[in-house]
């Protein structure tokens, strides 16, 4: 596994099982016990019993993981945290604590194929759970609950978050469960609250009923069990129950037995009715992670389940996964983190402070899955240097933020991929999005697009608009992409394409006034060359069931503009009907850039703000009526002409375009 040549660090396990609450203020030191400290026993007396103390690996054995290779040591020592990962300098400042909760296994190194990005964001502390470990299920989670409650102590600004798979998971609900006040974060991969639905369940009397003497390996007891003859049914369950164990578990077939066997299934029989009987009082925010190929548990349904019985919970199901999902190669937590919004260093998420730009395999992932919009349409871009030439690609887009980008929306928006990819791979510079919050939250379940859909948009840096986010990104000096026609602008009528619906005020000016922003005004054309808009909201709006579908997702959607008249007041969600066309071509044109430094006593005028307003929009009409009339010189406007092209001269070559 990745992290064989880890450094471990170890936490003493006997504070967890002494005192479940609050330890009195003069108890807690104000630093964390150095790592360095060793154990010398594993019997002997802490001096501040609800602390989590940290100790170093004795001499013996310099990591945990060489414990796998001498059973006695892996039988004989109790339940306890180590640290895996030592993150050092590159740790993120004010990283929150992640305590991993393991499986059924108990090794605590689920994680390990992510420790080392993990590492860079989270203080991470496992729970490793001997074979021979017998503490009851209660018991366990108030040791866990303990650790929370001394790390909550010592940093309550900071979330916690609780990381469990399987067994781990249901440790990680009913903590949240019992400390609805403390900051939670939990992660659940196929939760085991599902364990009542497993066929493994009604095998625990017959395992009961073999020896308790038994004493064999794990190979001994598959071939017991198919000798028997129930290997239609029995073997191929315990066989996928005891593969689960082994993965989390190195080591397994020297210390396993029947009686651990039958504990761990006990011990999963009573987490899962311990959870579900306390599921109501989880108030946490919740990641639910299931798993479609899972053959040891219900996953998938059981992730359903639990987000509709978590008021705060998001869910993402892996459909070609299996039970061990923290295992699977395909699999990034990281990532996943990242494009859900699920990591936050403070009590509120700050979607500026804590985003953390794509890694360069990222935004190769995140552009692939939007590929096909770049190769079908063939973007060209065309920028505007300071002294008003206009040049093809994007050199004359200011390099140094703050920078804000206005410019108009296109159909559904069709124009975004392509737009942040190419400024990022070009230019290396991560733009922005100011985007409707519907691609962040709903306000309540129905029938929206699943938030999924918009894991992309988060991961490449977008934003929900409010002018909070706004100030924010431009102090932090970043490229911003505007649309101040939003919904309405993006989800136009028949007849309207690049027709401009902005608000009569400006929104936005004073503001990037006041940071010496760039604005750069664009705009892009080519929507009406991919097809022809024939059932637009006007359209829908005549038939009373498709009304009164309008209305219920419209609901579901945070209400913006909602004290503005006119066209861009609070726009209806709905999804136009287009009727597709031969591919055509889109065009981008990024204007001079209108710089506001020194202009701040200035536009702190609302008509000289208003002004600049007008000015910018008139701006992105011109790109729009250059773009149009260009266009038409364009010898490779059809996808046929720039087929032909490619196969004469490499499908890699850059297609050409109209002359400047």
Known sequence: MAATGANLSFHSPFIHRISTTNPPPQSIPTTRPPLSASLTSHSQTLNIPTTPVSVSVSTT?????????????????????????DAGSSRLHNSPLLLYLPGIGGSGFGLSLHHRRL??????????????????????????ESTVKSENYRSPERPIYLVGQSFGACLALAVAARNPQIDLILVLANSATSFDGSQLRPLIPMLEAMSKELDAGLGYILNMVKGIGMDSTVAPEI???LTAMSSDLPGLSE??????????????????????????????????????????????????????????????????SGHQLFMDQDFDLVTILKGTSFYRRKRKLDYVSDYLPPTDYEFRKARESHRFVEVAFAPVMLSTLENGEIVKGLSGIPSEGPVIFVGYHMMLGLELAP???????????????????????????????????????????????????????????SHILLYPGGMREALHRKGEEYKLFWPEQSEFVRMAA??????????????????????????????????????????????????????????????????????????????????????????????????LYLEVKSEVESCLSYLKDKRENDPYRSILSRLAYQLRHGLETEIPTFEL
């Open 61 to 85: 054995s310099t990591n945990l993981r060489a414990d796998f290779h001498h059973p006695d040591r892996l039988t004989s020592s109790p339940a306890r945290w180590f640290t895996p990962v």
């Open 255 to 320: 210390v396993f037995s029947v009686e651990t066997l039958v504990w761990k299934l006990r011990l999963l029989d009573s987490a899962c009715s311990y959870t579900n009987s306390r599921l109501h009082a989880v108030k946490a925010q919740t990641l639910i992670l299931s798993s479609g190929k899972d053959q040891l548990l219900p996953s998938k349904q059981e992730g359903e389940r639990l987000h509709r019985l978590i008021p705060k919970s998001d869910i993402r199901t892996f459909d070609d």
């Open 119 to 144: 590492g860079e964001m989270f203080d991470i502390w496992c729970l490793h759970i001997p074979a021979s470990d017998r503490t009851p299920f209660p018991e366990l989670v108030k040791m866990v």
């Open 514 to 611: 006041r940071f010496g922003a760039k604005i750069v005004p664009f705009g892009v054309v080519g929507e009406d060359d991919i097809g022809e808009l024939v059932f637009d909201y006007d359209d829908q709006m005549k038939i009373p069931y498709l009304r009164r579908f309008i209305q219920e997702i419209t609901e579901e959607a945070t209400q913006l503009r909602s004290d503005t008249e006119g066209e861009v007041a609070n726009q209806d969600v709905h999804l136009p009907v287009m009727s597709p066309k031969l591919p055509g071509r889109f065009y981008y044109l990024f204007g001079k850039p209108i710089d506001t430094q020194g202009r701040q006593e200035e536009l702190r005028n609302r008509e000289k703000a208003h002004e």
């Open 239 to 241: 066989s996928k129950f």
């Open 419 to 477: 737009l942040i990819a190419r400024i990022y791979a070009d230019r290396g510079i991560l733009v922005r999005g100011i985007a409707h919050p519907l691609m962040f939250n709903k306000l309540k379940q129905g029938r929206m697009p699943d938030n999924s859909n918009y894991d992309t948009h988060r991961l490449m840096g977008a934003v929900p608009v409010s002018a909070t986010n706004l100030f924010k990104l431009l102090k932090s000096k």
